[in-house]
């Protein structure tokens, strides 16, 4: 498959993560939809994690602004197991746009301080402004 056109949606019950490769900006967007379970979280990161490995996508754009709920529950497995592998692919930037509500901001904000020694990671509370920081590195 051309990478241009690299896209999938994966559905876990009422939830789902749709990632795409954008080939001219050069990273990988997963927009999180729903409310997700330790398992969806694992198994859609499993699959972005072999796109980082596919690519070599420095550039990652998680887009949280259709998540319910918190990610608390990942914490854990995503700064001591995922990142690490990320940035053994390549993954260098991270751009999170904050999922609305309290518990979404609540996750990610006691998630990002593990990150920093890792990758360069900021949150934002647009995707646009996400976009544009991604787009000048």
């Keep these: 498959m051309d990478l241009q056109e690299k896209a999938t949606t994966l559905t876990y019950g009422q939830a789902s993560v749709t990632l795409s490769y954008n080939l001219n900006q050069n990273w990988i967007y997963a927009d999180w ?15 972005l994690l072999e796109w980082f490995q596919e690519t070599g996508a420095p550039k990652y754009l998680s887009d949280n602004s259709n998540l319910v709920g918190g990610w608390d529950t990942a914490n854990d497995w ?21 999922a609305p509500g ?8 006691a998630l990002q301080p593990r990150l920093v020694d890792k990758v360069t990671i900021r949150l934002f509370e647009f995707k646009a402004d996400a976009e544009e920081w991604l787009a000048s590195l």
């Design 33 to 47: 939809i729903g409310v997700h379970s330790l398992v969806s979280i694992q198994k859609g990161m499993g699959v």
């Design 78 to 98: 995503l700064a001591e197991e995922w990142t690490p592998r990320a940035v053994d692919a390549g993954m260098r930037y991270v751009a999170h746009v904050l």
């Design 102 to 109: 309290f518990y979404g901001k609540l996750s990610m904000e």
